[in-house]
């Protein structure tokens, strides 16, 4: 039984709760609704991992960045909704409250740990900082925790490695770092947003295991932002597969490997390589692009690419069909079948 179920059960809230969130970004070319539709909505439970996937462009980290209040407003603007942490809703809370939760309840790990550290400060410097701010920790210790941290995140020589540079490690090392940097305040929910960005294979199997193993040991949730389905499948306990700003299904990861119900989520499945594919195989590919997000979209977004569309897709919304087992989606094809079965 997957935790969000569990937990309900139990009578337990969401870590975090989401609930009809909505973003437009205001640019010179027309305001671009990022997170979109009838908005997304999702919650996250303690010691769950929540995996966000879909292709580029889709409004994952736009998400993902709104729960933190990092973008820049102007132009990134919350236009409504919840994001409900600890019991409270963090849209209207000021800058200054923001700065109490950043680090020491909720950090995030971005996507380019070469360009995300500060090429001018030493590890050591940059790894103190958030320790000083939310712990309060004295000087004396504050060497003896650094070094802790990148003992945990397995780097080597760490009391070598404070009094090195960021051009000076690896992007391994550098990814490491960035992990430590996240988790030094202890935070209830770490954001990942694609983590593995820019690492060879190996190195990424690395950090992805070593995340799922920190996460094992202290009990915080994770938010997983990926486009990688292989990602996906090793590390998620529930899954949300974004479109075009919205949300298009939701399932638990065996669930959605098993039985997906959405087209794009479909399609999405059906484009990853296979280990058992012939050289003579083509690659399956979804055909045609996403939508411009600066225009009003009527009908389901995923319209135009679907095999399976029918006229009213192009002109009507769908709405969301929740099958047992709490796996949900957003088609016609659904709706029609749970109709049918009535």
Known sequence: METATMNQELGQEPLIDVSDLKVTIHTYRGDVKAVRGGGVSFSVNAGEIFCIVGESGCGKSTVAQALMKLNPSPPVNIDSGRIIFRGQDLVPASERDMRGIRGRYISMIFQDSMTSLNPTKKIGKQLAESLRIHNKIERSQIREKTVELLKLVGVPSPEERINQYPYELSGGMCQRVMIAMALACEPDLLIADEPTTALDVTIQAQVLELMKSIQRQR?????????????????????????????????????LFANPQHPYTKQLLAAKPKLNQSRAQQLTAIDGAPPDLRDDIPGCPFAPRCPWAMERCRHERPATTVSEGGHSARCFLLSDEAEDEQ
């Open 219 to 255: 009990g915080n949730a994770i938010i997983l932002i990926t486009h990688d389905l292989g990602v996906v499948a090793q590390m998620a306990d529930r899954v949300a597969v974004m479109y075009a700003g919205e949300i298009v299904e939701k399932a638990s990861c065996d669930d």
